[in-house]
């Protein structure tokens, strides 16, 4: 039975043609029902009317209100929390109450509580997750896992991180999605109970009595213990799509009005609220025959969320296909970040050359340095399409080299103020999915005219410096230059050149090159770059760098099904290496031209410290594992990664927990204009533990590049100036950060999906895994060989009992498991943070959901030898 594609016209949804339906909106069904709970003549209202535009601009200006960024917490949906601006703990937002109809993302404005109603942590719980709602952490420049298939570039400039963070939905410790607030150390929060998703009942009211004795409680409480909270009072805008994947439903009463006009449309992301859909936007045998839509993935978008209405009010804007398949589940999480894949525009594709095939206008080669002669190549994934930076290193006299980084000149295809150039703003960066890529630019400037494809003469913007064989800069030079890649090396021909450096690579092995150059030329190029890269990276943690390696699945895929046939754990090797040294210094080098000639308007990327109050957390935690970690600085950090760990499988482990614990005070690095901020140390770079750095060496990928080669080419009087005003430039340095920040969820959902698929298709699969939290009735798992974090719940195994305490303050929860016959003893396992333990990944039911089952140990348990090696690798630091 075929099924019509619903759709509407919402303004202009992302990825989604505009089709206006035949049906309004309509009242709000909670307009409706409020109509028979009235109290005193007036209306029931679940939410409290947002504060004037003028009150919230005098609020914040006295320092009454605070702005910031709402997180949702993906396992725990009625927890949300904005960032302190003083860098202290977050302050936290309990409840969809008092969220206040604002979704995950948006920037909001929020009033604190009264401090009796404020979060008590509870000092015995082993439940670390006041914080733990970031969806992506660290800034890719600290972390070594990167963009993979399809790439751009497997690692150069700024890996791309993508963490594989597999939050579980249910947000209870005990897997089964209750919610309901509990009294803590007798202090009875002032909150929302969620008895069911989307459902609230306000907390009863607490009595002047209980009040007064709440306040004394919360006194006598240590200052730690304590969690400012705050309710949301405006929204200054709505950064989330307001468009969520999910399913419909009808209605339970069906006895009510409601049931005869609306549907319940239930969002697969349960930070999203349930939604009311008008019946007549349904498909029409919707009502007769629900159970044919059980499984169909719907898009639908929130128009409305009155005051009154626990749930919001949308449209149908497309059926997306049945849930489990890769395409509807991939079309449905684009549409819910807001990424834009439709087909670019006649208009848009009116901007592009149209007499092909395209050459280089005579007028350019005396415009440019012509590099043509120069033994030029790229170094990228064997899968890459779209080539935007390329090297040559040739000797000159006495022992120094001359470097180049070459970069497409996207610029000058791109033309300031066209349809072209509006779109690519908009889009702002490319997304990669696992299986694709939604691209920023029409694919003939991606992947022809401004790719740096092998024996074609293209146009590039290039930072040349003279390197001594240590990397020391002796000159540097900026221009607009035309290049002739000799050859296209993937990441393995580089790695194999640098394994092999007196061995003469057979041409067979490599490809092809073009006469002019040989493979030794190219060979020997290789590895000169290697060498000053080694020391470019030597002294760059030296002088204070910080980089947190996190673990990336890259998939194997089936040509013709595109199903995942299998994973691995990327490898970060020399060749990556060797690429992002000259990345960073080229973006480095690019960064201090243009705030040297714009000092208010050059377009930087800054990367904030960490949030101090979870480091030292940290650092306190680790101090109690015997880990001492020092915290002071990035490079503090790095030393002590580096040094506290052998190289035994299990120290190896470890580090990559405490790698992962360190990630998590990280904040996200930050494009912005020099001139919007007064304080120059704010425009340092943590991680890279610099003052200046920008983005340069990507603009086919990144709109923000694009911004920074047109202030470069003002810089070298190329060009006038853009006439744009700081503030200006920092709404679209904002822009480009909300993009980036959507692009990278979106390719860890992919990454997500696809290992779904492969759980499902090839699973369970086993694997040992290390202990990265400790809760009271659960505990979360880093699985070793595919880099996913899982919580595995106690209520899901075969126990006799369990039993949580903390060791001084070390969180260990006992397991008693049921022996498998009668006749032996019960085996009891001890979990701590750093136990090793063997895990099974599951596929649940038919949905794209998997989880992890802890395995029964034998006997003599699976913990004693690691123990020791624990302590011996303890004692050895």
Avoid at 124 to 134: I, L, Q, V
Avoid at 235 to 242: D, G, L
Wanted: hydrophobic letters at 35%.
């Amino acid at each position: 039975m075929s099924r019509p594609d619903y759709r509407l016209n919402l303004g202009p949804p992302r990825g989604v043609s505009s089709v206006v339906g035949p049906h309004g909106v309509g009242a709000s069904p909670g307009d409706k029902k409020s109509k028979n709970k009235s109290i005193r003549g007036k209306k029931k209202s679940v939410f409290e009317t947002y504060m004037s535009k003028e009150d919230v601009a005098e609020g914040l200006k006295r320092g009454t209100l605070i702005q910031g960024v709402l997180r949702i917490n993906p396992k725990k949906f009625h927890e949300a929390f904005i960032p302190s601006p003083d860098g202290d703990r977050d302050i936290f937002i309990d409840g969809v109450v008092a969220r206040n109809r604002a979704l995950n993302g948006d920037l909001v404005v929020v009033k604190l509580l009264p401090e009796e109603q404020w979060k008590v942590i509870k000092p015995e719980s082993g439940d670390k997750e006041t914080e733990g709602a970031y969806e992506s952490d660290p800034p890719e420049e600290l972390c070594g896992s990167h963009v993979l298939q399809p790439s751009p570039k497997g690692c150069n400039d700024s890996p791309d991180v993508i963490i594989e963070a597999q939050f579980d939905d249910s947000d209870a410790e005990n897997g089964h999605g209750s919610t309901q607030n509990v009294l803590v150390d007798g202090v009875k929060k002032l909150s929302v109970c969620v008895h069911e998703k989307g459902k609230e009942d306000v907390g009863a009211p607490v009595t002047k009595d209980e009040s007064t004795s709440v306040a004394q409680d919360i006194r006598a409480l240590p200052e730690k213990s304590l969690q400012r909270s705050a309710k949301v009072v405006y929204i200054v805008e709505k950064k989330h799509s307001r468009a969520a994947m999910g399913f419909l439903k009808l209605l339970a009463d069906k006895n009510s009005e409601l049931f005869r006009k609306y549907a319940l449309f239930s969002p697969s992301d349960h930070r999203v609220p349930r939604i009311y859909v008008p019946l007549k936007d349904c498909p029409q045998d919707f009502v007769t025959r629900p159970k044919d839509y059980a499984s169909t993935l719907f898009i639908c978008r929130i128009v409305d969320w009155k005051e009154d209405s626990s749930f919001a009010l949308g449209q149908l804007a497309k059926s997306l296909g049945q849930a489990g398949e890769i395409e509807p589940e991939t079309e449905g999480i684009l549409t819910e970040y807001g990424v834009d894949f439709s087909d670019f525009s006649s208009e848009v594709l009116e901007c592009l050359p149209q007499g092909l095939p395209w050459t280089i206008p005579p007028e350019e080669f005396s415009k440019r340095r012509d590099l043509r002669k120069d033994c030029v190549f790229t170094i990228d994934p064997s899968t890459a399409r779209d080539l935007d930076d390329a090297l040559s290193c040739k000797p000159v006299a006495d022992g120094i080299f001359e470097v180049g980084v070459h970069i497409a000149d996207v610029s000058y295809f791109v033309p300031e103020g066209s349809e072209l150039d509006k779109v690519a703003a908009e889009r702002a960066t490319s997304v990669y999915l696992v299986q694709k890529v939604v691209p920023m630019l029409p694919r003939l400037l991606c992947e022809e005219l401004c790719s740096l494809n092998p024996m074609t003469d293209k146009l590039t913007f290039s930072v040349i410096w003279m390197l001594t064989p240590e990397g020391k800069i002796l000159s540097e030079w900026f221009g607009r230059t035309i290049i002739h890649s000799c050859t296209k090396l993937s990441y393995d021909h580089a790695q194999s050149m640098i394994e092999s450096p007196t061995r003469t690579v057979p041409e067979t092995e490599l490809p092809p090159i073009a006469p002019e150059h040989t493979s030794d030329e190219v060979h020997q190029a290789v590895l000169n770059l290697h060498r000053i890269a080694q020391e470019l990276r030597k002294q760059r943690f030296l002088d204070g760098a910080l980089r947190l390696d996190q673990l990336k699945l890259a998939f194997t895929l089936d040509h013709e099904t595109g199903l995942p046939q299998g994973c691995h754990i990327y490898e970060y090797r020399d060749s990556n290496k060797l690429v992002e040294e000259f990345m960073l210094l080229a973006n480095m080098a690019v960064a201090h031209k243009i705030h040297r000639a714009f000092p208010e308007r050059a377009l930087l990327r800054r990367h904030p410290p960490p949030q101090a109050r979870m480091l030292s957390d940290l650092e306190e935690f680790c101090d109690q594992m015997g880990l001492p970690i020092d915290v002071s600085s990035a490079s503090a950090i790095n030393k002590s990664l580096t040094k506290l760990f052998g190289d035994d499988k299990y120290s190896l482990a470890r580090k990559e927990v405490l790698t992962n614990m360190c990630s998590r005070p990280m904040q996200m690095a930050l494009y912005f204009c020099s001139g919007v901020l007064q304080d120059q140390a704010q425009f340092r770079h943590y991680a890279l533990n610099v003052p200046l750095y920008t983005h340069f060496t990507s603009p086919i990928r990144r709109f923000a590049d694009v911004m920074v080669h047109r202030l470069l080419a003002a810089a070298l009087g190329y060009r006038e100036l853009p006439d744009v005003a700081p503030s200006v430039l920092q709404k679209r340095a904002d822009h480009c950060n909300d993009r980036r920040m959507a692009s990278k969820r979106v390719q860890e959902l992919s990454t997500s999906l696809f290992f779904a698929v492969m759980v499902k298709e090839s699973g369970p699969l086993e694997s040992e895994a290390m202990v990265l939290g400790v809760l009271s009735q659960a505990f979360d798992v880093l699985v070793l060989r595919y880099g996913v974090q899982k919580r595995i719940y106690c209520n899901a195994l075969p126990l006799r009992s369990h039993h949580f305490q903390k060791v001084g303050k070390k969180p260990e929860l006992t397991l008693v498991w049921e022996p498998e016959d009668m006749e032996q003893e019960p085996v009891q396992q001890v979990i701590t943070i750093f136990s090793l333990v063997e895990v099974l990944l599951r596929a649940e039911d038919a949905a794209l959901k998997y989880s992890a089952i802890l395995k029964q140990p034998g006997t003599e348990g699976l913990l004693g030898p690691q123990d020791g090696a624990c302590d011996k690798d303890t004692e050895q630091d």
